[in-house]
């Protein structure tokens, strides 16, 4: 017998520049949750792509129930039983979510003993008895490209156990999820660990580590802090050991001063590509010095009603007033001259230009005017310097300064890089959706503290975000939208999170 | 064991020679493709002996035969330069269509209706001008402007029905080639056609652009008024592309659509004005071919050398420089075949041989890339590391 299911010992991976693993060894017992905890870049999903075979270690071993092995290749983990779910879900969008899970090992029958087909009747039914015995509910006949993130979750943990897979690595798994959603799975891999498997969950998130992990492993650049008990710890003990520094999980906010009307939304209503209103009659209104929080569940017309004011999707009925100009007819640019920074909820897709250079994408919204653009030439010298400043500033890091390619950048600094320059537009109004979606807690620390910054310059601040937490305490008015409609609009300190979590699920009081 | 393994492949001579030669990341967008074009011939010369000549002589003879080493023996009022010159004049059509095709690709756009363009371009610069009679003076700057007018309007055209009505550009582009080589067909049969040559009648010199049988220095030499201009606006399109505001906003959109969009630039309007740019370059291709390298159009044939300014304009990795040099090599491996089939006595096809093979390779360039940089991360050739061993 053996003591350990999993046992990584003195791992050690180098890329060009940077030591990603740094002697780190860990042992996993058979039926425990396993958290691995650490900022983004600390090491753990690259020891983790060691563990799924992904990349070979350049030194350390790994052995797998008691045995010595060398896991070459991601076929291969699979052989000795390990399964894992990525953060981006690798499904094939056009095929249902039996085809997805059989990928690879389709099971054969013979059509009158010798024409050899796929038996999908029968893989449609050993996924739907494998999904009601772990409670994991879809249809197998249904296509990927039909089911939100959630859904594809489950198709991805149902390809891992119907390879029957005993240790079940899950990579951030609730970074995309609503907090109905994580709370859903959170409860399956509980379900999973009385099945008997092992679990190892990589995430930033503390509370989920409290409430599920028995134990938790600490990397910080590279190296293994600590293993805790996490029944012991605290998460303030966690954090702090996790970022190497005293974090506050709660942030400071003087009391708001509120100023002149910035931005009056009346009656908005925004139609979908299916002609469907998304956003139904919405009003609210923002001053200055105030940050107005939009909460509700994802998918709700928050995302819509931030696209609507920065010009990005029409609006099909209501106006948008912006210190008193009817700005509804307005170009994007002509908003963003008005006075609108927005970060939107996809740095990828929209907030920035990947293959384009730092420096470029820090002067994506001035590149335009004067000094940066003279005569319709751009002054390169001018772009560069105002991206240095930029970069000091905020302390963006890449490696290699202005000219670095921005797809060449971790998410957290993306994401530093979009905040700078929308910040340094000093509009009246900031639109930040999603701000500190995927980032880590030292991360996410520092934009909630500049969005209290420029509130106390007496900007007008639209909040969207699906993290309750950040709404309480960044924001100074809530209003709660359900299904496009606004439920409730109240100053932040007259409700309790239970009672917006309330709101959000459209359960009007 | 997978250490060994790679200790005999650090110790290999020829993975040295590759890593040395290509390793540098600032020269690897010259290195590589040199690399690659070598490595087709490479492969050309396989087929050659294969066929039982001498791949080396054969191309000697390309070489030769396009103007760039001297052949034994020329006819009267011939020389290197001779065919130098008509290897530029060649070349000229050629390096217009795929600055066509590369400015599109920049805006994220496929034109493949160059050829379309090139040939209603050239069409209406013939019937206007090519006929006319006009002094040469007026006659060949309007050559130019009808061509780029022609060509900037359809391109435009193409733009504004994906715009306007969500085209895809490439569906349209080929309905277009389709409607403008019947059309212009029917027209060009109907008025314009020479009865012996069945093509359309030869234009009056004064409106071509390739000045021809020109006699100087004892030699007879068609001199491309066109080429000039080509090198010129390739050096303009390069620095437009990379310092203009509008090169930047055709980049932006190009690279990300939607990130272009909320940074506030036009994408629609952007989106035309890539197509009219792209247009123009194929209409000053069209002109260039028509009423230049030719005097006359062939009805019912689209210039395949539209089609090949695709090829060409990935060849130079879409950067003007890099087309004008894709566009040499490809240009000297066509124009040089025929000498070469007569005096090696390999086929002529064998010249499309090679460049299918150049073309091939150098689709495989970002291949390249990625594999040298994996084997310089894993043998760690880095350029201090080698030196402490």
Known sequence: MYEYIVEMKNITKRFPGIVANDDITIQ??????????????????TLMSILFGMYEPDEGEIWIRGEKVKIQSPNHAAKLNIG??????????????????????????????????????????????????????????????????????????????????????????TALLTPQEIDYLLNIIQELRKAGKTIILITHKLEEIKRVADRCAILRKGQL??????????????????????????????????????LEVDNLTVKNQDNFDVVKNVSFKIHGGEVFAIAGVSGNGQVEIADAIAGLTEISNGSIKLNGVDISNFSIRE?????????????????????????????????????????????????????????????????????????????GNQQKAIVAREIELDSPLMIFVQPTRGLDIGAIENIQKMIIEE?????????????????????????????????????????????????????TA | MSKNKDEKRKNNIFTRIIMKLLGNEKWQHLTIPIFLIFLSFVAASIIIIALGKNPLGAFYNLLQGAGILPKPSYAGYKSMLTDFLSLLNFMTPMIFASLAVAIALKGGLFNIGVSGQMLLAGFLATITIGYSGLNWILAKPLVLIIGLI????????????????????????????????????????????????????????????????????????????????????????????????????????????????????????????????????????????????????QPKVLPSVGFDGIAVALLGNTNPYGIIGASFIISIIDRG?????????????IASVITGMILLFSACSAYIQHKIRANKDRLGYMAGKEAEE
């Open chain 1, 28 to 45: 996993i017992k058979k039926g425990e949750i396993y958290a691995i905890l650490g900022e983004n870049g600390a090491g753990k999903s």
């Open chain 2, 150 to 297: 022609a060509g900037g309007l359809l391109g435009g055209i193409i733009g504004l029905l994906k715009y306007k009505f969500n085209i895809n550009e490439v569906v349209s582009s080929i309905m277009f080639n389709y409607i403008i080589q019947y059309v212009l067909s029917f027209f060009i049969h109907s008025y314009y056609i020479d009865p012996v040559s069945r093509q359309s009648k030869y234009i009056n010199d004064a409106a071509r652009l390739t000045l021809v049988n020109v006699e100087l220095i004892g030699l007879k030499m068609d001199i491309s008024i066109g080429f000039v201009i080509a090198i010129i606006l390739a050096i303009l399109l390069k620095v437009f592309l990379d310092k203009s505001r509008l090169g930047f906003e055709i980049k932006a959109v190009g690279a990300n659509p939607k990130g272009a969009k909320y940074a506030g630039i036009n994408v629609g309007k952007t989106m035309i004005l890539t197509m009219v740019l792209s247009g123009v370059f194929a209409g000053l291709a069209g002109v260039t071919y028509f009423l230049g390298y030719f005097a006359s159009i």
């Open chain 1, 225 to 262: 802090i600590d293993v805790l008990d996490v029944k012991e710890t605290s998460t303030k003990t966690m954090a702090n050991l996790m970022v190497g520094r005293e974090v506050s999980l709660e942030i400071e906010k003087k009391p708001p001063k509120f100023r002149d009307l910035v």
């Open chain 2, 337 to 349: 075949s025929t000498y070469m089939s007569s005096i090696a006595g390999v086929r002529k096809e």
């Open chain 1, 455 to 507: 509130r106390d310059k007496g900007k007008a601040i639209l909040l969207v975000s699906l993290e309750l937490d950040e709404v309480m305490s960044v924001a100074d008015t809530i209003g709660i939208i359900y299904n496009g409609e606004i439920q409730k609009i109240a100053p932040a300190d007259t409700l309790t999170t239970k009672e917006v979590g309330e709101y959000m699920m459209g359960v």
């Open chain 1, 335 to 411: 908003r963003t001259i008005e006075g609108i920074s927005y970060i939107p909820e996809d740095r990828q897709a929209y907030g920035l230009i990947l293959d384009f250079s730092l420096a470029e994408n820090l002067a994506l919204k001035d590149y335009y005017k004067d000094p940066f653009c003279e005569k319709g030439f751009l002054n390169k010298d001018v772009i560069d310097e105002y991206g240095n400043k930029l970069i000091e500033k905020y302390d963006i890091r890449s490696s290699l300064g202005i000219h670095t390619q921005v797809r060449q950048m971790s998410g």
């Open chain 1, 84 to 173: 894992m779910v990525h953060q981006h879900f690798k499904l094939v969008h056009n095929y249902t979510v039996a085809e997805n899970i059989i990928l690879g090992i389709e099971p054969i029958k013979k059509l009158a003993g010798f024409i050899p087909y796929v038996d999908i009747k029968g893989a449609n039914k050993n996924i739907a008895d494998l999904s009601k015995k772990y409670g994991l509910q879809v249809d197998p006949s249904q296509k990927i490209e039909d089911m939100n993130v959630s859904l594809q979750q489950r198709v991805e943990i149902l390809k891992m156990l119907y390879r029957e897979a005993e240790i079940l690595i899950f990579d951030e798994p």
